[in-house]
């Protein structure tokens, strides 16, 4: 397979945890006989430095010529006060996300088994580790409010004398879409999908629930579809993870449990994310951000960004067994008890402790062998 991947790696630790993806990515090129040609470019802060934009037209130009965008992270002190439109993630991340309507964010928050002890829940909770995926809505609901009611007079976020206003839309063909995706990935693991709402409350979460209930009913009978509020979902994911299996919900809610859960599994290095249009184009890029605090000292952990390249893999090329692949060279590496600074505990062997390049390299050597 020929696949031609934008190489974004973006400010901080980003350009270190890229080399590593890029690594991996190398040894499953070679292993499975696969062509991935990379072009590199600019993103975020460093591309504002360069270009006076986080988004430049050469870096659009290369995504636009890709099969998918392979995204490190962006941001720093250094661009904060920038206007909003300039600042790496809002001048950035979010056009990118409109521009290839990723409106489908897949995040699975994962613990591996050996590293159920670092994780925020007691061990007995998580036995044998946590694999749940969350499907967001990214691209409606009260973070869009305001491209849809333009005609309205009171404004969306405009603060009116004592009020301010925010809506909350969703209509029946964008929950449906986000529907058919959290299908598919319900029917390719164990049929199980809870839908997330707070319909007793919010019109808009009425709409959600009947379609969703719909589109499963006549379309994936064989899946086992129930509904939780918000709320209750919240305290669910935060006492009983292992309950779930694929969920999915609307933006703002998802936007908060996938923080949640991501904060139950205790390590935010281990972490990929995928952002997909309809035609399965998409961006993939670990949940952390560009880390300044420890950027530069080879330190970062790798892993989440070399599992967003092994979803790349897995969701815009369809190569399942060379995904898979790189998901059991990592559970070996961390069987055998090596880990990055972030994840090391007491009983873990001094010896054993890598850094960011060492980590790449061993999932390159267990891959290998
Ligand atoms: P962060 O995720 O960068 O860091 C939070 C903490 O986790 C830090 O202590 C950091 O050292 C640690 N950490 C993060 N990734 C790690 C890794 N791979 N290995 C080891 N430790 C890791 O969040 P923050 O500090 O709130 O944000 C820093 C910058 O990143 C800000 O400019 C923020 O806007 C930006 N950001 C970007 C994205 C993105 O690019 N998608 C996402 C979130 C934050």
């Known amino acids: 397979m020929k696949k031609r991947i934008a190489v974004l790696a973006g400010d901080g630790i980003g350009p ?33 430095d360069k270009y006076g934009h986080p988004l430049p037209d ?23 006060n920038l206007p909003p439109e300039l600042t790496p993630e ?21 613990i591996f088994g050996p590293l159920a002890d670092s994780a925020s829940l007691k061990s007995e909770r998580l036995e044998g580790g946590l694999d749940v995926l969350i499907v967001r809505e990214l691209t409606g609901g009260i973070y869009f409010g305001r491209n849809k009611v333009k005609s309205l007079t009171l404004h969306e976020g405009a603060v009116q004398g004592n009020y301010a206003v925010d809506y909350m839309i969703y209509s029946v063909p964008e929950i449906e879409r986000i529907a058919a995706v959290a299908c598919d990935a319900a029917m390719k ?23 969703v209930t719909d589109y499963v009913q006549t379309r994936f009978p064989q899946i086992q579809l129930n509904h939780l509020y918000v709320d209750n979902a ?11 299996d694929v969920i999915v919900t609307e933006n703002m809610f998802g936007d908060i449990l996938s923080d949640l859960a991501s904060a139950i599994t205790g390590s935010i290095g281990m972490l990929p994310s995928a952002s997909l249009s309809k035609t399965g184009f998409g961006l993939f890029e670990p949940i952390h951000g560009s880390a300044p605090d420890i950027a530069g000292q080879n330190k970062a952990n790798p892993l989440a960004q070399i599992l967003s ?3 790349m893999l897995k969701y815009a090329f369809g190569l399942n067994a060379e995904s898979k ?3 059991q060279a ?21 010896e054993k402790i890598l850094s960011t390049s060492q980590m790449g390299d061993k999932v390159v050597e267990y891959l290998s062998t």
């Open 234 to 244: 919240a305290m669910q994911l935060a006492t009983n993870p292992k309950q779930f």
């Open 16 to 48: 270190e945890i890229m080399k590593e993806g890029l690594k991996v990515l190398g040894t499953i090129a070679k292993h499975f006989n696969h062509t991935f040609t990379y072009k590199e470019a600019l993103v975020g802060g460093c591309a504002y």
């Open 58 to 80: 050469e870096t659009k130009e290369i995504c636009n010529n890709s099969d998918a965008i392979y995204f490190g992270a962006v941001g720093g002190s250094k661009w904060e």
């Open 189 to 211: 693991r164990s049929k199980k999908l809870t839908s997330v709402d707070k319909a007793n409350v919010l019109e808009s979460s009425k709409l959600w629930r009947k379609v």
């Open 325 to 327: 692949a790189i998901e």
């Open 330 to 350: 990592i559970m070996k590496v961390l069987e055998d008890g090596y880990r990055t600074g972030d994840l090391a505990n007491k009983a873990t062997q001094k």
């Open 309 to 311: 390249g092994a979803m």
């Open 90 to 110: 809002r001048g950035a991340l979010l056009p990118l996300r409109g521009m290839y309507h990723l409106f489908a964010n897949l995040r699975p928050a994962i």
